[in-house]
């Protein structure tokens, strides 16, 4: 599957909403089956163990925006962790910079969330930052740049991205910034999939 591919016709073959933005809610309400299906057809056919996996990693790849070897590496980095492989994964995925001020509320969206950050629109602890990868940190403080237009973007976004906001996270909406309370630990995460399905997918 290619992140090439239309997002809508992704959100409809995986049958959940893996980008967040509310738009593609209404789509899957509005057009629940697959691509291809006829209306009233049977929405999802039988698959295959290896067939779900594989589906369910693509639902996390493509919802945060990484590529099949930054996935993998993130795989490994979470088997090396101490604790549960499959919780620091998704620790690890919540701690990436644009999924942050995605979390935030600041984007209605992991890809524009990574938009607003190459384009550096934000700060951390007071020095400009514009790597999506990066991993936040407890105790961090992430601010806006003080430009009239990326501020009325923010407080856009912030009407509409209210169910997206991180529990770690404690978010002055007069301000626009954020500050990191805590790292995300699995129970704070509400996963876009079975997170253990990609953990058996790369350990076969």
């Given at each position: 599957?290619?992140?090439?591919?239309?997002?809508?016709?992704?959100?409809?073959?995986?049958?959940?909403?893996?980008?967040?933005?509310?738009?593609?809610?209404?789509?899957?309400?509005?057009?629940p089956?697959?691509?291809?299906?006829?209306?009233g057809?049977?929405?999802?056919?039988?698959?295959?163990?290896?067939?779900?996996?594989?589906?369910?990693?693509?639902?996390f790849r493509?919802?945060?925006?990484i590529?099949e070897?930054?996935?993998?590496?993130?795989?490994?980095?979470?088997?090396?962790?101490?604790?549960?492989?499959?919780?620091n994964?998704?620790?690890?995925?919540?701690?990436?910079?644009?999924?942050?001020?995605?979390r935030?509320?600041?984007a209605?969206?992991?890809a524009?969330?990574?938009?607003m950050?190459?384009?550096?629109?934000?700060?951390?602890?007071?020095?400009?930052?514009n790597?999506?990868?990066?991993?936040?940190?407890?105790k961090?403080?992430?601010?806006?740049?003080?430009?009239?237009?990326?501020?009325?973007?923010?407080?856009?976004n912030?009407?509409?991205?209210?169910?997206n906001?991180?529990?770690?996270l404690?978010?002055?909406?007069?301000?626009?910034?954020?500050t990191?309370?805590a790292?995300p630990?699995?129970?704070?995460?509400?996963?876009?999939?079975n997170?253990?399905?990609?953990?058996?997918?790369?350990?076969?």
């Amino acid at each position: 599957m290619s992140v090439k591919h239309p997002k809508g016709k992704i959100v409809r073959r995986l049958g959940t909403n893996i980008f967040g933005n509310p738009k593609y809610s209404k789509l899957l309400t509005k057009r629940p089956n697959a691509p291809g299906k006829e209306r009233g057809a049977k929405q999802r056919g039988k698959t295959s163990i290896y067939g779900e996996q594989l589906k369910e990693k693509q639902k996390f790849r493509l919802a945060y925006g990484i590529s099949e070897r930054q996935f993998r590496n993130m795989f490994a980095r979470a088997q090396r962790m101490e604790g549960i492989t499959s919780d620091n994964m998704l620790s690890l995925l919540e701690q990436r910079f644009d999924n942050t001020v995605f979390r935030m509320g600041f984007a209605v969206s992991r890809a524009q969330a990574r938009q607003m950050v190459s384009h550096c629109y934000f700060y951390v602890n007071g020095k400009p930052a514009n790597i999506p990868s990066m991993r936040i940190k407890a105790k961090d403080v992430i601010t806006s740049k003080e430009k009239k237009g990326i501020q009325n973007l923010i407080r856009h976004n912030l009407v509409t991205s209210q169910g997206n906001r991180g529990s770690w996270l404690t978010v002055d909406e007069e301000k626009l910034s954020a500050t990191v309370t805590a790292l995300p630990a699995a129970g704070d995460i509400q996963p876009i999939g079975n997170i253990q399905y990609v953990i058996e997918f790369y350990s076969r």
